[in-house]
């Protein structure tokens, strides 16, 4: 059989860049201003953490359906969910900054855009598999992951920026018009551009690419063209059956609940940074926790774009796994000792390291998930595997704001460094046989490349 790469593919890799763009963007954006957000709608710092949990827990309830229905719910319909998700999102949420009692609005614009964060998880991988060579997978994932880091980035740099002056608690002031207009304007250009992705994906996508070039991809599409795909009962207790199955792969458990404790660094570096510098520092500027953010997020974008060639390459995704993991825990003893010695520069330094770490390991997961699994049906793989990421993601959020105001700082920085204590001896154990490699070194055939027109895509 002859695979066939279609240019096209490189358009679908923006448009799920920027679902996901708008769903980190989204997640992060409040917890850098949460005493703006708060005070603008009159509610607690709880309730503004609310907002990026409301994302999580949603998308995990989608990742649930998506694993039940995953053979009725083709290629072209995720892409269409995935962005009319996060375009009625963006726009509920710019609505509901349009008045200081429409926080239900912008809660409402989250749940949306949960709906498309649940469907961005699923997509990289079915879409590197499906339209990319075996030498672009990588590649291609990294670019599509580089959009979490990019959109926290965004966040971290836009609102400290142009809301920095908008409270002055000494003189009383609060310049509520402000915040409207800067969140109202920034949501209302994101949805711009989700408008323009939603009309791309409803013209040109397909159910399924023309021909995948990979080989091992092209067994297991076989293997469930074959199946019946007629709505029904039995078909939904296969679905379930399958989904569950993947529980009891050793492998998945293990790389599961690594990446389920890994979740701690982001309740730490992206949505509780604010709130952890200022308890230590109660006069540190406001624009710093941003400017921390947006060095960090920088560098994850760069170790994350860094590591899809890296894996196309070289292909040692343990290797790529651990490294990061045992940078992790010399960088998350460091962030507690500069918090309890009060020691200012050097949380400037690690808190960004943590953040870079972080998003060179989160690219090399998906390869390194797949090849301990395989052969795995994606769909079912991915939401079996981030349901409970997204739930621990929620609930760490949550802890480590409970253990930071009952306690102190230090002890919620304890969460993310037992995870990380705790993972790297699992990463140990987890057993890596490369199944899918040896297919596609085995059953090569030769790529051929087309000029993207209509004929492709039909």
Same mark, same amino acid.
């Given at each position: 059989?002859?695979?066939?790469?279609?240019?096209?593919?490189?358009?679908?890799?923006?448009?799920?860049?920027?679902?996901?763009?708008?769903?980190?963007? %989204?997640?992060?954006?409040?917890? &850098?201003?949460?005493?703006?957000?708060?005070?603008?709608?009159?509610?607690?710092?709880?309730?503004?953490?609310? $907002?990026? %949990? +409301?994302?999580?827990?949603?998308?995990? $309830?989608?990742?649930?359906?998506?694993?039940?229905?995953? =053979?009725?719910?083709?290629?072209?319909?995720?892409?269409?969910?995935?962005?009319?998700?996060?375009?009625?999102?963006?726009?509920?949420?710019?609505?509901?900054?349009?008045?200081?009692?429409? !926080?239900?609005?912008?809660?409402?614009?989250? &749940?949306?855009?949960?709906?498309?964060?649940?469907?961005?998880?699923?997509?990289?991988?079915?879409?590197?598999?499906?339209?990319?060579?075996?030498?672009?997978?990588?590649?291609?994932?990294?670019?599509?992951?580089?959009?979490?880091? +990019?959109?926290?980035?965004?966040?971290?740099?836009?609102?400290?920026?142009?809301?920095? /002056?908008?409270? @002055?608690?000494?003189?009383?002031?609060?310049?509520? @018009?402000?915040?409207?207009?800067?969140?109202?304007?920034?949501?209302?250009?994101?949805?711009?551009?989700?408008? &323009?992705?939603? &009309?791309?994906?409803?013209? !040109?996508?397909? =159910?399924?690419?023309?021909?995948?070039?990979?080989?091992?991809?092209?067994?297991?599409?076989?293997?469930?063209?074959?199946?019946?795909?007629?709505?029904?009962?039995? =078909?939904?207790?296969?679905?379930?059956?399958?989904? *569950?199955?993947?529980?009891?792969?050793?492998?998945?458990?293990?790389?599961?609940?690594?990446?389920?404790? /890994?979740?701690?660094?982001?309740?730490?570096?992206?949505?509780?940074?604010?709130?952890?510098?200022?308890? #230590?520092?109660?006069?540190?500027?406001?624009?710093?926790?941003?400017?921390?953010?947006?060095?960090?997020?920088?560098?994850?974008?760069?170790?994350?774009?860094?590591?899809?060639? $890296?894996?196309?390459?070289?292909?040692?995704?343990?290797?790529?796994?651990? $490294?990061?993991?045992?940078?992790?825990?010399?960088?998350?003893?460091?962030?507690?000792? *500069?918090?309890?010695?009060?020691?200012?520069?050097?949380?400037?330094?690690?808190?960004?390291? #943590?953040?870079?770490?972080?998003?060179?390991?989160?690219?090399?997961?998906?390869? !390194?998930?797949?090849?301990?699994?395989?052969?795995?049906?994606?769909?079912?793989?991915?939401?079996?595997?981030?349901?409970?990421?997204?739930?621990?993601?929620?609930?760490?959020?949550?802890?480590?704001?409970?253990?930071?105001?009952?306690?102190?700082?230090?002890?919620?920085?304890?969460?993310?460094?037992?995870?990380?204590?705790?993972?790297?001896?699992?990463?140990?154990?987890?057993?890596?046989?490369?199944?899918?490699?040896?297919?596609?070194?085995?059953?090569?055939?030769?790529?051929?490349?087309?000029?993207?027109?209509?004929?492709?895509?039909?």
């Amino acid at each position: 059989m002859k695979y066939e790469l279609y240019r096209i593919r490189w358009c679908f890799v923006v448009v799920v860049f920027l679902a996901i763009f708008t769903s980190e963007f %989204s997640s992060c954006a409040y917890g &850098i201003v949460n005493n703006i957000v708060a005070r603008y709608f009159n509610i607690s710092p709880s309730s503004v953490d609310l $907002l990026p %949990s +409301a994302t999580f827990w949603v998308g995990s $309830l989608v990742l649930a359906v998506m694993s039940l229905f995953h =053979n009725h719910i083709r290629v072209r319909a995720q892409c269409i969910i995935l962005t009319i998700g996060g375009l009625l999102g963006a726009m509920t949420v710019a609505i509901g900054f349009l008045h200081n009692d429409f !926080y239900y609005f912008v809660l409402m614009g989250q &749940i949306f855009i949960g709906i498309s964060a649940g469907i961005s998880y699923v997509i990289p991988p079915i879409l590197a598999a499906n339209w990319f060579s075996e030498k672009e997978v990588g590649t291609s994932i990294a670019i599509e992951f580089s959009a979490i880091h +990019a959109g926290q980035m965004l966040s971290s740099l836009l609102y400290p920026l142009l809301l920095n /002056d908008v409270l @002055d608690s000494s003189k009383g002031r609060f310049d509520s @018009d402000k915040v409207r207009n800067v969140f109202a304007m920034s949501f209302g250009i994101i949805s711009s551009f989700l408008i &323009i992705c939603v &009309i791309f994906v409803c013209s !040109y996508a397909k =159910n399924h690419p023309p021909s995948p070039p990979s080989a091992s991809q092209e067994k297991i599409l076989n293997e469930i063209n074959q199946k019946r795909t007629v709505l029904s009962m039995e =078909n939904i207790l296969e679905s379930l059956k399958k989904t *569950a199955s993947h529980y009891r792969n050793i492998n998945f458990v293990l790389i599961t609940i690594i990446v389920s404790l /890994d979740t701690s660094y982001f309740a730490m570096t992206k949505v509780l940074v604010t709130s952890l510098l200022m308890k #230590t520092f109660p006069d540190v500027p406001e624009t710093l926790p941003g400017t921390i953010r947006i060095v960090g997020n920088m560098l994850a974008v760069f170790f994350s774009v860094a590591a899809g060639p $890296l894996m196309d390459r070289f292909g040692r995704y343990k290797l790529f796994r651990a $490294l990061p993991i045992a940078g992790l825990i010399p960088s998350c003893i460091s962030i507690l000792l *500069a918090h309890h010695y009060k020691c200012l520069k050097a949380l400037t330094f690690l808190y960004p390291l #943590t953040m870079g770490l972080r998003g060179f390991s989160e690219v090399t997961l998906v390869e !390194y998930l797949t090849e301990v699994t395989y052969p795995a049906e994606k769909v079912t793989l991915m939401c079996a595997h981030y349901i409970p990421m997204l739930v621990f993601q929620s609930i760490f959020i949550m802890v480590e704001r409970v253990l930071m105001e009952s306690f102190n700082e230090t002890i919620a920085i304890m969460v993310p460094l037992t995870a990380s204590v705790v993972s790297l001896p699992m990463l140990m154990a987890v057993t890596s046989v490369y199944h899918r490699s040896n297919v596609n070194s085995y059953e090569k055939t030769p790529l051929q490349t087309k000029q993207t027109n209509k004929r492709c895509i039909k």
